[in-house]
Each structure stands twice: as structure tokens, then as C-alpha cells.
């Protein structure tokens, strides 16, 4: 399972950490606006299980497929690995 995700290209990755990110963002939104005062409702922990997942994916697969280099701290998807120079995109 993991090595098969690990296959997907580095875009797609990228792509489905933002889905989950943003995704987790809305959900615990709408759970905050539905949470009585002091109790969330479980629909914002959803959200937060989300960002979460977001965030594990992030430092998971977000690396150069070339030297597994991490690129989790860049912001946006750089042409080329600062680190070997191959090119990512
Ligand atoms: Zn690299």
C-alpha cells in the first residue's frame, strides 16, 4: 500500500496533501459553527483528523523522487531539488 502511494507522482501528492488540508480547514469550520460552547462536535475533530492527515502526508511523500530529499518546508513545488538539481515538475 505504502509503495504504491509512494509511485504516485510527486504533483499528485502535492495535490491530495492541499485536498486534505483544505478539505480539514472547511470541515472544522462548519464542525466549530455546529460545536456547542466548551464540546466540539465530532464533525470538527473529522476536520482536524484531516489536517492532520494532511500534515503526515506532507513530511511522508512530499520528497525529490530523485534523492529523497524533503521538500516539506518549501511552500511551492520548486522546478528543481535544491538539493540534487534533478528536475521535479
Ligand atoms: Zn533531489
Redesign the pocket.
Same mark, same amino acid.
Given at each position: 500500500m505504502k509503495k504504491e502511494l509512494q509511485d504516485l507522482h510527486l504533483e499528485t501528492h502535492v495535490k491530495i496533501h492541499t485536498l486534505l488540508l483544505l478539505g480539514g480547514l472547511i470541515v472544522t469550520g462548519i464542525g466549530g459553527k455546529i460545536s456547542e460552547f466548551g464540546r466540539l462536535h465530532v464533525v470538527a475533530w473529522i476536520g482536524i483528523l484531516l489536517i492532520v492527515l494532511s500534515m503526515l502526508w506532507r513530511f511522508l511523500f512530499i520528497k @525529490?523522487p530523485? &534523492? /529523497?530529499?524533503k521538500l516539506y518546508s518549501v511552500r511551492e513545488l520548486p522546478e528543481y @531539488?535544491p538539493? &540534487? /538539481?534533478?528536475k521535479l515538475v
Amino acid at each position: 500500500m505504502k509503495k504504491e502511494l509512494q509511485d504516485l507522482h510527486l504533483e499528485t501528492h502535492v495535490k491530495i496533501h492541499t485536498l486534505l488540508l483544505l478539505g480539514g480547514l472547511i470541515v472544522t469550520g462548519i464542525g466549530g459553527k455546529i460545536s456547542e460552547f466548551g464540546r466540539l462536535h465530532v464533525v470538527a475533530w473529522i476536520g482536524i483528523l484531516l489536517i492532520v492527515l494532511s500534515m503526515l502526508w506532507r513530511f511522508l511523500f512530499i520528497k @525529490c523522487p530523485h &534523492c /529523497g530529499s524533503k521538500l516539506y518546508s518549501v511552500r511551492e513545488l520548486p522546478e528543481y @531539488c535544491p538539493d &540534487c /538539481g534533478e528536475k521535479l515538475v
